[in-house]
């Protein structure tokens, strides 16, 4: 049982576990371990997905995760039989943090007999890891016979379907001393694109909040302003402004962009004078219609070919011990779409004054040719030209087409183990060594190199990259401008490469034995153990991300540690430990029911701790666990546990600094214009979001995060009831309520708490050295006149800085309701019925002195209720964090072959501030999501012939065809929680042999 090392400890029974059958897993309609983990109502968002397309620094391809308690992907320890699984080698950001996780999608499902959940901390039992709980695998072994099984699915109202073939087998041999079993899996699917569904398929999503408070909110409208048509900003030596035949065509800082000619204001003749007819240029930013829809192109569920194994041997030798071995395999191919790359904020594309299509290029090119693009009637412009630079990354190369991305997972996991009686003793022994190896390569073909790319921009002829095209004059989100050749892009696109893996090799010894000495209540258990690991991660960047190849302006001079345009560099890393361990298990039996105690029939305790050294950071200290069971009489038990625990900090934070991009609004610019009346509230800010760089590093004290972990609760279990209380015999009702208190947790303040804080420090006179800021331009200094920051007046965002260290205590607490009923051998059949809830009460993390300058200055009224500290505080059912999660599952079977079963999902509603609030001071609340699962079966069981013990099954999943809740997501929903499949249909044939 998971959750302690004592074989038939009585404890064992009082321990707060969850077992999902391979009943309760067929009610899922899936085959995917992310959806397996999905369904427990103890689990939060699942920050790791297949839908993820965000950039190569992030996990992407066949990946799924597991977050018991809504504490984070790395709070949950998952073994496979009752042993540490290898981590993913990507990883993905929680809290502005780098975090790793198992990958839950290479975990076999097709052999997996039981799914073990301890909704408990184990660290004393299991070391590192287990804060919020532990996820057990446990596969099948000893299988004999041999089945096979197919399976297709389909969603109704797109193109996603899958495919699948499971193959079990096992023979026993050498007169029933051995077998060797196998499970294997393949699984094919098509991808899902956003633009078949309307919520997901529109960035502009301010219709859909039509009839609401929201109404006419603009921060629905996420539309991108890296767009064809463009803004650019001319810079002259004199500051002063360009012009055509005396009119302006730029702002008073050199801002321009470009729109079709049907727009108003259309500046100069250039309406004609442009090399694509139809379009014209406006001084000032792009016009938020002319943004670009990205999700036109991109897939929310990208297509996949899987393959699984998973293979026992087993063999008792004469002296009555049993040697075991495992191995598995696992490789998935994903291929992600993604929108066309638009350049970095603060601009990796400077069009340099001789390119042909310059609007504002040399009279005369280099051999001696008239140039037929300069715009006549120019002033303020040399004969030379001007260079153009991309303003704030507000282009994208679309003609180009969709970044197309292929990422393979591959994962091999072998174990050989002994394990019996220990020299004729009562102590049983168990040891083992495994090593797990992982491995991510993901590629990225599309992508374009800033060096080539301005090296295709420096040409004079009509080879040259045209960024004065516009865009699609009919879908103005949509698509590009004509005129550039396909076949001309050769020359600067690039694949882009990140290759990851990760081992994990283990030994173990552990004796344990039941009967160590007898005490009042019967024999006090005895397990103990030791533990060594060696834990290794590798990352090997393209040549373009990790600094061997950087990209060096050719007009500025400026040179950027990266040349991959629109990503971040990021260096190689590398990093290892190795890990000892050792633990201590007891058990003891105070009372037992002969000793005939009034209200006390069991009263058992279980003693554990355990102390894990790192080689990299040091000592976890030792780690305690008390627990203690009380049965009063035989229907009801009473248990609760106490222990203490910690998760060690990765080996990424340890080993990495990091640079990344993010989009945050600039709200000190915001704040500005509502002072200056640019905006009539500040929840209608607009044009002010950019794609801003964060420089990441971690301290040099980084230690382990510790934790305390409090469970208390009963089992109501009657059994032996005659009459007409009889049928309740097979009820089993449980009620626990949990406490996490978590202290140093590793975190940063997070870059849009560092621009807000730069915004109160500001209107304080002072400001946050955390966020680098240019110089003002004078645009700037015009747009700041007569607000507070006259005279002190910021520029745009250079980069974000931030620290990664213990700053953070998180408290979390809830109760979890479980109903479970077997109702076996009526007229009709067989029945049983599972239902599971949790209620999440509380969600606190602790604010720090930034955080706290923030919310006073929002409660005095300084700065606009909007705003709000992101990742601290109260942040129960804040973005995500619902307070209820629910699910109940129906199985029938009948002695006829004919079955069928139901399942019913709950995910309660939350909020989501980031659209800010409404007139009543309300955020945007994500309605609660409900779904129904059903499906029917027949086994035809002895039938003659080929139909023999032949099973049929088709299922719908989502029988309601439920959409996700609207949110102001980069799909319109939240992925961490809901789904876009809609109605999902399946057929599902198995025949055993």
Not at 196 to 214: A, C, I, K, R, W
Request: net charge negative.
């Amino acid at each position: 049982m998971t959750g302690t090392n004592i074989k038939g400890a009585r404890i064992n029974e009082a321990l707060p576990v969850t077992v999902l059958s391979a009943d309760d897993i067929s009610t899922l309609g899936t085959i995917d371990g992310d959806d397996l983990i999905r369904s427990l109502p103890a689990s939060g968002a699942t920050n790791f997905s297949n839908s993820n397309t965000s950039t190569v620094n992030s996990a992407r391809g066949d990946v799924g995760s597991i977050n018991l308690r809504s504490i984070g992907s790395s709070g949950t320890l998952v073994l496979l039989n009752g042993r540490r699984v290898v981590n993913h080698p990507g990883t993905q950001v929680e809290l502005s943090t780098p975090v790793t996780t198992v990958n839950t999608n290479a975990l076999p499902v097709a052999g997996v007999q039981r799914m073990e959940v301890l909704n408990d901390g184990a660290s004393a039992i299991y070391g590192s890891d287990a804060v919020a709980g532990v996820v057990n695998m446990i596969m099948r072994d000893d299988y004999e016979g041999l089945e096979v099984s197919g399976r297709y699915g389909w969603a109704e109202n797109t193109g996603l379907n899958e495919k699948s073939i499971e193959l079990r087998g096992g023979k026993t041999f050498n007169g029933g001393k051995t077998n060797v079993s196998f499970f294997a899996e393949y699984a094919k699917r098509d991808a899902q694109f956003a633009n078949e569904l309307d919520y997901t398929g529109q960035e502009n999503l301010m219709p859909f909040v039509e009839g609401t408070s929201f109404e006419g909110d603009t921060s629905f409208n996420n539309l991108d302003t890296g767009s064809p048509w463009g803004q650019f900003t001319l810079m002259t030596t004199s500051g002063t402004r360009v012009r055509q035949n005396g009119a302006t065509l730029t702002s008073a800082s050199g801002v321009f962009h470009l729109q079709p000619d049907s727009y108003t204001g259309c500046l100069g003749t250039t309406a004609t004078d442009l090399a694509t007819p139809g379009i014209c240029i406006d001084d000032g930013s792009l016009d938020s219609t002319l943004r670009y829809n990205e999700a036109s192109v991109r897939t929310v569920i990208s297509d996949r070919d899987r393959f699984n194994l998973y293979t026992f041997l087993n063999h008792d030798l004469d002296n009555g011990m049993r040697s075991y071995s495992e191995f598995s395999a696992y490789y998935a191919e994903t291929n992600p779409v993604m929108s066309a790359t638009s350049p970095i904020a603060g601009g990796d594309i400077v069009v340099p004054a001789n390119n042909y299509w310059n609007p504002f290029g040399p009279v005369m090119f280099s051999d001696g040719s008239l140039n037929p693009n300069r715009l006549p009637g120019l002033t303020n412009v040399p004969d030379e030209g001007l260079p153009v630079f991309v303003d704030g990354g507000r282009f994208r190369l679309v003609d180009v087409g969709p970044r197309r991305i292929n990422v393979e997972n591959t994962s091999f996991r072998a174990l050989t183990g002994l394990r019996g009686q220990l020299f004729d003793t009562k102590w049983d022994f168990d040891t083992a060594i495994l090593y797990n190896w992982a491995d991510t390569n993901d590629v990225t073909a599309n992508r374009i190199s800033s060096t080539l790319f301005q090296q295709a921009l420096f040409n004079e002829t009509p080879s040259a990259y045209n960024m004065f095209n516009g865009g699609n004059q009919t879908l103005l989100t949509e698509g590009d401008g004509p005129g550039n050749d396909p076949a001309s892009f050769d020359q600067f696109r690039i694949d882009v490469k990140r290759n990851a893996s990760t081992s994990l090799a283990l030994a173990d010894f552990k004796i344990s034995t039941g009967e160590l000495f007898n005490v009042w209540g019967g024999s006090v258990g005895l397990a103990t153990g030791v533990e060594v690991r060696r834990e290794t991660f590798e990352e090997d960047r393209d040549d373009r991300l990790d600094g061997t190849i950087t990209f060096t302006d050719l007009v500025t001079g400026i040179t950027t540690d990266s040349d991959v345009m629109n990503t971040s560099g990021t260096p190689d890393t590398k990093g290892d430990r190795t890990v000892l361990a050792a633990f201590v298990e007891a058990s003891v039996p105070l009372v037992s029911p002969d000793m005939n105690i009034p209200l006390v029939d069991t009263l058992d305790i279980q003693l554990a701790a355990r102390i894990e050294d790192y080689s990299d950071f040091g000592s976890s200290g030792v780690k305690p666990r008390v627990a203690v069971a009380w049965k009063p009489f035989d229907a009801l038990k009473f248990r609760g546990a106490w222990s203490e625990g910690f998760r060690a900090p990765n080996l990424i934070v340890l080993n990495q600094d990091v640079t990344r991009e993010n989009t945050y609004q600039d709200n000190v610019f915001c704040q500005a214009g509502v002072e200056n009346g640019t905006f009539a509230t500040f929840s209608a800010c607009t044009g002010y979001s950019n794609s801003t760089q964060e420089r990441r590093v971690g301290a040099d004290d980084i230690g382990p995060e510790e934790d305390r972990n409090i469970t208390y609760g009963f089992v109501f279990e009657p059994r032996g009831l005659t009459g007409s209380l009889g049928f309740l015999n097979n009820l089993t009702v449980t009620v626990d309520r949990w406490d996490i208190e978590r202290q140093d947790v590793v975190g940063v303040f997070g870059g849009g708490n560092q621009i807000d804080l730069d915004l109160v420090l500001r209107l304080m006179g002072e400001s946050n050295p955390n966020v680098v800021r240019a110089a003002p331009t004078v645009d700037e200094i015009a747009f700041f006149a007569g607000t507070s920051f006259e005279g002190n007046e910021p520029g745009q965002i250079i980069y974000l800085g931030d620290t990664y260290d213990n700053n953070e205590d998180q408290s979390v607490k809830g109760i979890d309701y479980a109903v479970y009923y077997d109702l076996d051998d009526t007229a009709f059949g067989d029945f049983g019925l599972k239902v599971n809830a949790t209620k999440l009460e509380e969600y606190f993390i602790s604010v720090s002195p930034g955080s706290q300058l923030i919310n006073d200055a929002v409660e005095s009224g300084l700065v606009s209720s909007d705003i709000s500290v992101s990742q601290e505080g109260d942040i129960l059912g804040i973005d995500g964090q619902p307070e209820w999660r629910m699910s109940a599952s129906l199985t029938w079977r009948h002695d006829s072959g004919f079955g069928a079963g139901a399942r019913y999902d709950y995910i309660g509603s939350f909020e989501e501030p980031g659209p800010g609030v409404d007139a009543d001071g309300n955020y945007w609340k994500i309605e609660s999501y409900s779904t129904v699962n059903a499906y029917a079966q027949y086994e035809t069981g002895e039938a003659a012939g080929a139909f023999r013990d032949v099973t049929f099954r088709f299922g719908i999943n989502n029988l309601s065809d439920e959409k996700p809740p609207l949110a102001d997501e980069v799909f319109g929903y939240f992925n961490e929680y809901h789904s876009s499949r809609g109605r999902y249909y399946y057929v599902d044939v198995s025949k055993k042999f």
